[in-house]
């Protein structure tokens, strides 16, 4: 058993022992994402996948508890509190995985294997609509070998008879990972135009929800704000997950009548302190290059919701990460949610 197989044993317990009175039914969102070369590009960011489950809203014994706490330290009232539990992995190559030496001036080779347990703290407005989400999480990971990400490429490659990734042998050293990650979206009524106050528009919506958050941890150390533009039907308490470092969002969505989409477009920017993927370890020598300390994501796609299940596409198109990457680049996230 590797040293992260057991960390994710004992956290999963410790979850459980804690939780086990709400999780008793099990309703809430369950989402599988995926983005890796079948979908996407084959360099730097080739392969991400991450699978969720965000509770349905959370009252009683120990949530009544940690409510209140979190009322006390940050003054702040709780309209509704959610849990969520995620396992993911992320893997990172260079341009040219067919040269087997150490490519000095581009990333390293790096899976990331990660779980997270974080809680979702909603305030709602005096008419009851959603005005403002908190996210907290808190993530234990894997880099390095034991992460799994050089079996997952290689295995991946041969099955479909794509080109053989040489270069696995310089791949960042094995090192545990620990972060916390914090993200708050508004949602101010003001930036948002409905039947209500725009007739005109039907039964159509646009949304402007402003968003920022901060990681701290040895894979990321970042401050990061954006904004997302939607348009569509619905848009009430649908969040749409997104793969680290991008703000990731909540997850959750409310059961359709029947056919609801919205298309999206969201920006972000990013100021990063230290990123281990780019950096290299943190106490161990290993390949690394010099990151850009500013980058920045734009983002769209659409999402279509039928009944209790969503499909959501999303382009990310990303800015030099580091110095002599040449260009940016750009990715695809599928991404499928299922309402228990």
Do not use: C
């Amino acid at each position: 058993m590797t040293s992260f197989h057991m960390a994710a044993a004992i956290t999963f317990i410790g979850l459980q022992t804690v939780m086990s009175p709400a999780m008793a039914e099990w309703e809430g969102t369950v989402s599988i994402q995926l983005e890796n070369d079948f979908i996407g590009s084959d360099k730097w960011f080739t392969h991400g996948s991450y699978a969720s489950y965000v509770s349905e809203p959370q009252e009683d014994g120990f949530w009544d508890i940690a409510e209140k706490s979190y009322e006390e330290i940050f003054n702040s009232d709780v309209d509704r509190a959610r849990y969520s539990l995620s396992l993911g992995q992320n893997i990172y190559t260079p341009e040219d995985i067919s040269d087997p030496n150490l490519i000095p001036n581009d990333r390293p080779y790096a899976g990331w294997t990660y779980i997270g347990f974080g809680l979702v703290v909603e305030k709602t407005d005096s008419q009851g609509r959603l005005a403002r989400v908190d996210n907290y999480e808190v993530n234990l990971g894997l880099v390095g070998p034991d992460s799994g990400g050089e079996w997952v490429q290689t295995t991946w490659h041969d099955a479909f008879d794509f080109i053989e990734p040489r270069g696995w042998d310089n791949q960042l050293k094995n090192e545990p990972t620990l972060n916390l990650f914090y993200e708050r979206r508004l949602y101010p009524r003001d930036l948002r135009w409905d039947g209500d106050n725009y007739p005109n528009l039907g039964p159509f919506e646009v949304e402007l929800a402003p968003r920022w958050g901060v990681a701290l941890g040895n894979a990321f150390t970042y401050a990061s704000a954006g904004a997302v533009l939607r348009f569509g039907q619905n848009l009430n308490d649908d969040h749409l997950p997104l793969i680290r470092p991008s703000l990731p969002g909540s997850g959750y969505f409310d059961e359709a009548e029947g056919f609801n989409w919205y298309v999206f477009a969201g920006v972000d920017l990013r100021a990063t302190g230290y990123n281990i993927f780019l950096d290299g370890n943190t106490y161990r020598d290993s390949h690394s290059v010099d990151k850009n300390i500013f980058v920045g994501d734009a983002q769209i796609g659409f999402a279509v919701t039928y009944k209790r299940a969503r499909l959501a596409m999303t382009n990310i198109f990303r800015t030099d990460e580091f110095e002599g990457q040449g260009e940016g680049f750009n990715f695809r996230a599928l991404t499928l949610s299922w309402r228990l």
